[in-house]
């Protein structure tokens, strides 16, 4: 009997204990670029709305929800904000049309989705879950992205949500200044998270509207997985902003925990040296990234990045430069 006793014992409790010793975190941010002309009070706007996020995610990791509910939820809340390149944000193409990029990463079985290129989708975040939970493949594109959000009852909103005055003048400035092939990254606010649950579980979210007068079709990092968005538990959890072309060619991501798994790097000194790296390329922009020990890192190589953190082990810090 006691026997039975302490084997029933020990199968409850060493779970728990090993639970209890789980570092839990979530890292956030809102872009990387040039914050020179960012007013105070869109800067208190900013930080608001990021502090308030922020908390609102890490009572979710607290109250054992997962890190995929944590990230979705927090790329979804900054996706319906028009203070972020994201979702209703989103900034202009070259035809004066919203094209949205997103993708979301389990990193428990690498289970991801992502869509590219979509209209007319409220929480492009959302639909990226959904393509990795619903359907056999990872990511959907432009029009069968749309059949599948309206087959799925996602939200579906008229561009007139997407329209902003200041986002025309960026793209008008931007037709003025360039010549017709050059896209410009003038404008902040690509949107993306990581987290790690009290189960160990890793995940990273992205989300953009990509680089004004980017061509009509053109595809950044945000939804590449690998290049905008990596989680690998055990390893580390990823989201990007920046040049997308040179975050694709450098699968920088991933290079992050690639370098933690095979070179013992620290999440600090792996995602540092990367950026360093990349500004050395005149490649610009910057990363979050969460290890699992839910350590986070957040370096960039711009002027100021939108970002934030919280774990279980550090009080939540909100920060632009
Ligand atoms: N990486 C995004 C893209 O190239 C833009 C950004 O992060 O600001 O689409």
């Not at 919203?98 to 991801?112: L, V």
């Amino acid at each position: 009997m006691q026997i039975k006793c302490l084997i029933i014992a020990t199968y409850f409790l060493i779970p728990q204990l090993i639970m209890a010793d789980q570092n839990f975190g979530i890292a956030v941010h809102g872009g990387a670029g040039v914050m020179k002309n960012l007013s105070e009070e869109r800067r208190t706007k900013i930080e608001e709305k990021v502090n308030e996020t922020l908390t609102k995610a890490y009572k979710i990791l607290n109250d054992g929800g997962t890190s995929m509910d944590a990230v979705e939820f927090v790329v979804s809340e900054f996706e319906d904000s028009p203070l972020f390149n994201a979702g209703k944000g989103s900034v202009y193409n070259s035809n004066e049309v919203q094209e949205m990029d997103a993708s979301i990463m389990n990193g428990k079985d690498r289970s991801a989705g992502a869509v590219a290129s979509v209209r007319n989708v409220k929480n492009p975040i959302k639909l990226a879950r959904k393509v990795s939970e619903l359907t056999e493949h990872i990511m959907l594109v432009g029009d069968g992205a749309y059949e599948f959000a309206k087959n799925i009852g996602e939200t579906i909103v008229d561009s007139d949500y997407f329209y902003s005055e200041k986002n025309l003048k960026r793209l008008r400035k931007a037709k003025d200044k360039l010549v017709s092939s050059n896209i410009i990254h003038d404008k902040i606010g690509t949107v993306g998270a990581v987290a790690i649950d009290k189960n160990g579980n890793i995940a990273a979210a992205t989300s953009t509207g990509g680089m004004t007068n980017k061509m009509p079709g053109r595809v950044g990092d945000s939804p590449i997985i690998g290049s905008g968005t990596w989680a690998q538990n055990g390893v580390c959890g990823v989201s990007t902003t920046g040049h997308g072309e040179f975050f694709i060619k450098y699968q920088v991501a991933r290079e992050v925990c690639a370098r933690m798994e095979y070179m013992n790097k620290s999440i600090s000194d792996s995602s540092e040296e990367i950026l360093m790296e990349l500004k050395d390329i005149n490649a610009y922009g910057g990363l979050i990234a969460i290890d699992s020990e839910a350590n986070i890192s957040m370096p960039f190589n711009t002027h100021g990045m939108i970002r934030g953190s919280v774990s279980n082990k550090t009080n939540i810090n909100v920060a632009i430069y």
